[in-house]
T-cell receptor, first 112, second 113 residues
Framework: GQQVMQIPQYQHVQEGEDFTTYCNSS?????IQWYKQRPGGHPVFLIQ?????EVKKQKRLTFQFGEAKKNSSLHITATQTTDVGTYFC????????????FGTGTRLQVTL | SAVISQKPSRDICQRGTSLTIQCQVD?????MFWYRQQPGQSLTLIAT?????????ESGFVIDKFPISRPNLTFSTLTVSNMSPEDSSIYLC??????????FGQGTRLTVV
């Protein structure tokens, strides 16, 4: 079945350092979505990428969708303690637009 | 956007009992989804709840264990039946239309003892 893997599984950075998580799908995706889940919270939508090679920025966050539409990345510049949480990528099930397969997630810890 | 109210937020239940989780959406949505998230893990889709028809279950999940109701376009319930400690997890409902962003309820943290 469709699998979406993320690396690293966990990363601990000092505040001010950069952070990147990588997302790889076993199948081509029509779009990729990114979610953030704070500790004890629920996933919150960050962004959706649709086009091959697309790059979008949200303040310190940069999202990229690979040319083959099978991989994606999220880069955070100059992390802050408010960035703490688990970041998930998610792609539609093959053949079904509404159902999502979530990636394995990357847990980010930021310390002062 | 949609706001989803989910309850209970947490519960501790005896093995062999059942728990029903409710989700109320502040707008009409065609599809609702139920996920399970084990501690420190990703989200696993349990089933898709459609109004007016039976829920569609993913591999490894069955209706007898996780019966779902969807009486209208703003409400759904998930029941975890005949619970065992292995059912201890976070259960999340969500809505999402046609591949757009998904909105989640606050989650139900279930502990079975």
């Amino acid at each position: 079945g469709q699998q979406v893997m993320q690396i690293p599984q966990y990363q601990h950075v000092q505040e001010g350092e950069d952070f990147t998580t990588y997302c790889n799908s076993s199948t081509t995706l029509s779009n990729i979505q990114w979610y953030k889940q704070r500790p004890g919270g629920h996933p919150v939508f960050l962004i959706q990428l649709v086009k091959s090679g697309e790059v979008k920025k949200q303040k310190r966050l940069t999202f990229q969708f690979g040319e083959a539409k099978k991989n994606s990345s999220l880069h955070i510049t100059a992390t802050q303690t408010t960035d703490v949480g688990t970041y998930f990528c998610a792609g539609p099930y093959t053949g079904t637009a509404s159902k999502l397969t979530f990636g394995t997630g990357t847990r980010l810890q930021v310390t002062l | 956007s949609a706001v989803i109210s989910q309850k209970p937020s947490r519960d501790i239940c005896q093995r062999g009992t059942s728990l029903t989780i409710q989700c109320q959406v502040d707008s009409q949505v065609t599809m609702m989804f139920w996920y399970r998230q084990q501690p420190g893990q990703s989200l696993t889709l349990i089933a898709t709840a459609n109004q007016g028809s039976e829920a569609t279950y993913e591999s490894g999940f069955v209706i007898d264990k996780f019966p779902i109701s969807r009486p209208n376009l703003t409400f759904s319930t998930l029941t975890v039946s005949n619970m065992s400690p292995e059912d201890s997890s976070i259960y999340l409902c969500s809505s999402g239309e046609g591949g757009t962003e998904a909105f989640f309820g606050q989650g139900t943290r279930l502990t079975v003892v």
